[in-house]
């Protein structure tokens, strides 16, 4: 019953126009005065923020944040696939007949996900990784691997939150909620990096200008709040690192996994 009724307010509560008005007040001028108090909320470290907290002009300015420079140094292995984004994994595995299984308890399809790609075969064997940013993060997100920006889609959909109650008791939220997919092809096929939006959350948003051509590490987009990405390695292109599992947390430009030569 509680369950439940949780549900039901979480489906009452998202819907685009509260996000979008969110994100109206979250620009504003004089949500500036709330930065503080935001950090000190959620344990935010301001000291490794790029710029001192009185120069942030708004709290979205502070959700978008760089680092100083050197604070994520990126993985130097020259096949290394790195982490795009600070976040934790919920959700690790293999992707068997283009099923990613037992995401918190749901089952997804690469299908529903890339929302009917032409693209979507090359990952039908392939590995998938789901990283979940929460206030407390970092929301820049940066290119897991060099490589050309093959294709981008916007796909429009719901504004669920993402976190884990969200995951497990909402149905499908990480192929139901509106999401932005960036197609990187690198020297032995091609992965691809799902940013999935979420409750609170107003955009996501390219950086500008979007380059074609991607060093790892380079910035790619941020989301304004947390969400999750949702990695996609090709079939037989991709070994994880062997410690990482649900749970463990990652930082931006540490490595993930390797690349390699599809058998």
């Known amino acids: 019953m509680r369950r439940a009724t949780f549900r039901l307010l979480t489906e009452l509560s ?23 108090r935001f950090a000190k909320l959620y344990g935010i470290s301001i000291h490794d923020a790029e710029k001192a907290i009185e120069e942030y002009t708004s709290l ?36 068997a007949d283009g099923q990613l299984l037992n995401v918190k308890g749901q089952d997804y399809t690469v299908e529903e996900l890339l929302n009917l ?3 979507m075969v090359n990952y039908a064997q392939g590995f998938y990784m789901v990283l979940y940013l929460s206030p ?38 990480l192929s139901r909620n509106e ?8 020297q032995y096929g091609e ?24 060093e790892r590490g380079q910035e790619l987009a941020y989301f304004e709040f947390g969400s999750t990405v949702v990695l996609l390695m090709e079939s037989g292109t991709f070994r994880p690192r062997g410690d990482l599992m649900t749970n463990s947390r990652v930082k931006m430009g540490e490595a993930i996994g390797t690349i390699h030569k599809s058998k």
């Open 117 to 119: 790609s032409p693209r």
């Open 179 to 186: 999401r932005l997919i960036s197609y990187i092809k690198h």
């Open 14 to 36: 998202s819907r685009k126009w509260i996000s979008q008005l969110t994100g109206r007040i979250a620009q504003s001028k004089i949500s500036k005065h709330w930065i503080s």
């Open 60 to 95: 979205n300015d502070f959700f978008t944040r760089r680092l100083k420079p050197g604070l994520r140094p990126i993985d130097s292995e020259m096949n290394s696939l790195v982490s795009p984004v600070d976040g934790l994994i919920t959700g690790i595995g293999e992707i």
């Open 191 to 214: 992965v691809a990096v799902v940013k999935v939006g979420a409750m609170n959350v107003s955009s996501i948003r390219y950086v500008e200008p979007l380059p074609r051509q991607l």
């Open 136 to 173: 407390t993060d970092y929301h820049r997100i940066h290119s897991p691997i060099s490589g050309k920006i093959l294709e981008t889609e916007h796909i429009p959909g719901k504004v669920y939150p993402v976190n884990d109650f969200g995951l497990r008791y909402m149905k499908r939220t």
